[in-house]
């Protein structure tokens, strides 16, 4: 379905907003593209907002990792700041003159996501300007909380669930784990660019068990120190993978295609960083073509016969009841994850 059209099935019409998401879709094809593939396997009536939500996150990480030799790091801090505060006022205006951001706030707006996780997301780039590692795995996770837990929380409403008499608090814990699985992959197949840009994700505990330094993953060689670090940190994304994978069904049918071949792509990167003998200073590990191909395919299969006679295939916003009952988990949530201390 071409893009213009999967705009007027979700019922996108006015020419300024189309234009802001048609901007995150260009965004997410040209950035995302083991994101962006799964994407194409939602119903066309949800696709634009699940590419603003990405647009959005891409826009401020760039932003955030400008490089640019003429922009200093107090430029770059002083223009997300700017950028920042502006997406809050537009989102109380309800309208904004960035189009990406024009996009995103009426993807809130339409679905009725809590704007905490946009807040916690912004908290969480705005760290990347002065933090460049994290003591432990629990440091590590005050970051992820809002750069991938509340992305998965994000998504939740334009998933949907499977039927009403599952709560969304149900969901939430399956949806925070994907959400943080995917960033410990990207973590971990990013090691060398993130060291260019100065950051360490993996967690310094982690490095300092397995006798590894900044300075040695700075050599950009493969050793079997550096092999068993990796190799421990696949293991913690691979349970978060393990403990994700049963809440797909419970999100509605349609959407249930999408996040196994997200999830069956996104763990794949760490299968490839192992056939790659742990080399992530090489080149950027991808998962092949031929396995891309053949999870979408197996998608489109699925997704095509999912959908038929499927009412939900069709963007709906949430209801007003389940908006307050959305509304009242946010709290909740926020709490339990600061007992916790889990991301």
């Known amino acids: 379905m071409r893009a213009g059209a999967t705009l007027t099935a979700a019922g996108i019409t006015n020419p300024r907003l189309r234009a802001g998401y048609e ?108 933090v460049t590692e994290y003591a432990t795995f629990e440091d590590l996770s005050k970051y992820t909380w809002g750069s991938a837990a509340v992305i998965g929380l994000q998504m939740l409403p334009i998933l949907g669930r499977a039927d009403d008499s599952i709560g969304w608090e149900t969901l939430e814990p399956y949806a925070i784990d994907l959400g943080v699985a995917f960033q410990l992959t990207n973590f971990l197949r990013d090691v060398a660019e993130d060291l260019r840009l100065g950051r360490i994700y993996l967690p310094q505990d982690s490095l300092a068990a397995f006798g590894v330094d900044r300075e040695r993953l700075a050599r950009g060689q493969v050793d079997e120190p550096i092999r068993n670090l990796l190799a421990f940190e696949i293991a913690r994304a691979r349970d978060l993978y393990v403990r994700a994978a049963p809440g797909i069904d419970l999100v509605h049918a349609t959407s249930r295609p999408c996040l196994h071949a997200a999830l069956t792509l996104y763990s794949g990167i760490l299968d490839e960083i192992e056939r790659a003998g ?66």
């Open 23 to 130: 901007l995150c879709r260009q965004l997410n094809a040209v950035h995302g593209r083991t994101y962006y593939l799964a994407t194409l396997l939602l119903p066309p009536a949800k696709r634009p907002y699940v590419h603003a939500l990405y647009g959005f996150a891409r826009h401020a990480d760039d932003i955030v990792d400008d490089l640019t030799a003429s922009v200093s790091p107090e430029e770059r801090a002083a223009r997300f700041s700017a950028w920042s505060q502006d997406f809050v006022d537009d989102l109380d205006w309800g309208e904004s003159g960035d189009p990406v951001c024009r996009a995103v706030i009426d993807t809130i707006r339409r679905w009725d996501i809590p704007r905490s996780y946009f807040a916690d997301f912004l908290d969480s780039m705005r760290m990347d300007l002065t």
């Open 278 to 343: 742990y080399d992530v200073f090489g080149g950027r590990i991808a998962v092949s073509l031929s396995r891309r191909a053949r999870v979408g395919t197996r998608g489109l299969i699925g997704a095509w016969t999912t959908r038929r006679g499927q009412p939900g295939g069709r963007a709906t916003p949430t209801s007003t009841t389940s908006a307050r009952s959305w509304r009242s988990r946010t709290a909740g949530l926020r709490r339990a994850r600061s007992r916790s201390g889990r991301p």
